[in-house]
């Protein structure tokens, strides 16, 4: 997965870089890709498929038409000024004005002037501005680092910082995991008195990520400066190993409380004299996930509404909802229409946000939409379960989630014996599409319009629903 897909940008993105951990690292490996064409031609299907997602400094002349523009608030090592496609040392605002009708394609890094041999000035803010309004005037991304860290791992912003300007849609917060266990010191963490008072721990005490995460999520922490309308994610970077990243996808959950998503990772460094190939690492991709159960039906074949019918002791809709609440879904809608009052009641105390759909009758896209319609605005995916599949496990659910946070694929499904199950996962780009449907389709139009990414699973037990007085005799013998 490349990290412009994992943060979900495009040409139209506005971007500040923050923290410390791996924000130049970052800042062009997004450069780079950014560049890449969609959609991809062969060759570069072949390069996205590889383990180097970024081409390489060698081809990098006449690879693309497109133009991504970089810059920062704070000092950039000369040696770094290499992995642009072009650089531009600016002054003044003339400086820029010179440039704007003949800017080549690539990427193109604008910074300060030189202030010794090892550094750059970073960029005033009226300058930066009119960056912006060149980005705007060319439709090309552009991508600011915002603030300074030293090159530790870890920091805590001082008063004068970050530099965010207004405009800025996404604001991406970078934390490097491998201080974690390691003492709360300058060796480690820029500005650690800071970091200390607003991460509850003491100085020189081992960073913890419990810590960490209060850092991130302290309004003078992660989230200082941050425009009230961008777009907030965690980039948990230096995750290289299985312990690692087994403590960000804890931390995960704490995070998404403050951010729209957390990005796990381990970037290469950009110390170009470590011989380290350009590529990407992706690890995984966590993100707000919604359950939303179709419990609208008639039931007709079944003669009476089969979301309430008694099975170990529960109606049906309850048990489907107690997986989804055991699987860990951020939030759980429960679309009601016939018997909507019976239905309700069914799931009565339990933490799910019930719909009604008063066009149930319209069929089954009707309640897609309904429920599609009332889930949080960051939800990152929705999990579709149906009422009358009680006997789906949380493992199962648990492992779409999985292996969408690994992927981030439009689709993802249950496969058992060679037949497509339910729930599906449906990612947010197919939610417009999704909501133009019509009729008793649901989703499964959408298998012949976006890939799927199949989880296998070996219990045909999943493949079970219930439709008859039958299906439900079979279902209390087992």
């Known amino acids: 997965m490349r990290l412009t897909q994992a943060l979900r940008l495009d040409n139209s993105t506005r971007l500040a870089l923050v923290g410390a951990g791996g924000k130049t690292a970052a800042l062009f490996t997004l450069g780079r890709e950014l560049l890449i064409p969609r959609p991809v031609t062969q060759a570069q299907a072949t390069l996205l498929r590889s383990p180097v997602n970024v081409i390489p400094l060698a081809s990098r002349e006449a690879s693309t038409d497109r133009t991504v523009l970089l810059t920062a608030t704070t000092h950039l090592a000369t040696q770094q000024l290499e992995l642009a496609d072009r650089h531009y040392f600016l002054h003044r605002e003339a400086d820029l004005e010179e440039l704007t009708d003949e800017l080549p394609a690539g990427m193109l890094l604008f910074t300060g002037p030189p202030e010794n041999d090892a550094r750059t000035a970073g960029l005033p803010e009226k300058l930066i501005d009119r960056l912006h309004s060149l980005a705007n005037r060319i439709q090309a991304p552009l991508l600011v680092e915002a603030d300074g860290s030293r090159q530790l791992p870890l920091k805590a912003p001082a008063e004068h910082e970050p530099v965010i300007p207004d405009w800025v849609n996404t604001v991406v917060v970078v934390a490097g995991l491998s201080a974690l266990g390691k003492p709360l010191n300058n060796q480690w963490v820029h500005r650690p008195e800071i970091f200390s008072r607003l991460a509850g721990l003491d100085l020189e005490a081992s960073v913890t990520p419990d810590g960490l995460g209060r850092m991130l999520c302290h309004p003078q922490g992660g989230l200082k400066s941050i425009p009230p309308n961008a777009r907030r994610i965690v980039l948990l970077n230096q995750a290289g190993t299985a312990e690692l990243q087994a403590v960000a996808q804890r931390q995960a959950r704490q995070l998404l409380t403050q951010y729209a998503s957390v990005v796990v990772a381990d970037l290469p460094s950009t110390d170009l004299r470590a011989g380290e190939e350009n590529r990407t690492s992706v690890i995984a991709v966590h993100e707000r996930r919604a359950g939303v159960i179709l419990a609208a039906g008639g039931a007709r074949r079944m003669g009476q509404p089969k979301q309430t019918l008694i099975w170990r002791g529960q109606p049906l809709v309850r048990h489907v909802a107690q997986t989804a609440l055991e699987a860990g879904l951020d939030s759980i809608i429960v679309v009601t229409g016939s018997a909507a009052d019976q239905v309700e009641a069914a799931v009565g105390g339990l933490p799910v946000q019930v719909v009604n759909n008063p066009e149930w009758q319209a069929g089954q896209s009707s309640s897609v939409k309904c429920g599609l319609g009332v889930l949080p605005a960051e939800t990152g ?18 492992s779409l989630v999985e292996a969408h946070a690994a992927t981030l694929s439009p689709l993802v499904a249950p496969l058992v014996q060679g037949q497509r199950a339910n729930p599906v996962l449906f990612d ?3 939610f417009t599409e999704l909501l133009s449907l019509s009729g008793d389709q649901g989703g499964r139009a959408m ?12 219990d045909p037990g999943v493949l079970e629903d219930i439709d008859t007085p039958e299906d439900f005799q079979r279902l209390l013998d087992t």
């Open 381 to 398: 995916a929705a999990i579709f379960l149906l009422a009358d599949q009680p006997q789906t496990p949380a493992g199962l659910v648990a």
């Open 447 to 458: 298998f012949a319009r976006y890939p799927v990414h199949w989880v296998p699973w070996h």
């Open 428 to 430: 947010r780009v197919t």
